[in-house]
């Protein structure tokens, strides 16, 4: 008399996925083989150290050269809620657009506040002089214009700004009724 064997479905569904799993291991093992954690200290990285800046930001959205397009109209005429701007705008060392120019911001800002004049920035500081040439950080946040001084986050760089972080401070130098304006940035940045 032979006996059957009986097997109830729960024990054959957990069968399967152990096949299964044991299957897909190596997969998943060669999926994330190109990962691996660096210890920072063995990349031999100088002192950390905080370099600030003080430039001037060259918004030119007027005449024959401007520096800021408007790539989509507000909205609303109030706040100007959805404009979008695209921007190669000058730095310079001082708050005349004849200064030195030492970089270039490029990016766009965004239109963001539907009750109050608020913008997402985000933009690239790109140095093109001196120590600091090639070199790059990134400015990315929120930027409350009626602010006397609003803060932003840099989120990281490029160059002699590689793992960058660190903040900066705007505030209106300047506005003209064509809409020109010129914004003093604070910049902190923290850098090897």
């Excluded at 500081?125 to 950080?137: E, R, V």
Aim: hydrophobic share 40%; proline share 3%; with cysteine.
């Amino acid at each position: 008399m032979t006996k059957a064997l009986l097997i109830s479905p729960s024990c054959i569904i957990f069968s399967i996925f152990l096949v299964f799993s044991y299957v897909t291991i190596p997969v998943f093992g060669e999926e994330y083989s190109y990962v691996k954690t660096i210890d920072l200290e063995k990349m031999n990285l100088p002192k950390e150290k905080v370099t600030h800046f003080q430039l001037y930001w060259q918004d030119v959205v007027s005449g024959s050269n401007a520096t800021s397009v408007t790539v989509i109209e507000a909205l609303n005429n109030s706040t100007f809620f959805g404009s979008v701007n695209i921007i190669d705008n000058s730095l310079t060392v001082g708050p005349n657009l004849s200064s030195k120019t030492v970089g270039k911001s490029q990016g766009f800002y965004a239109s963001t506040g539907l009750e109050e004049s608020s913008l997402l920035m985000v933009m690239n500081f790109a140095f093109t002089d001196g120590k600091y040439n090639g070199s790059t950080f990134t400015v990315v946040g929120r930027n409350n214009v009626n602010a006397k001084v609003r803060e932003m986050p840099i989120i990281g760089g490029s160059g002699l700004f590689r793992f960058a972080r660190g903040y900066v401070l705007a505030s209106t130098y300047s506005f003209s009724d064509n809409g020109d304006g010129t914004i003093e940035y604070n910049c902190y940045v923290i850098h090897y």
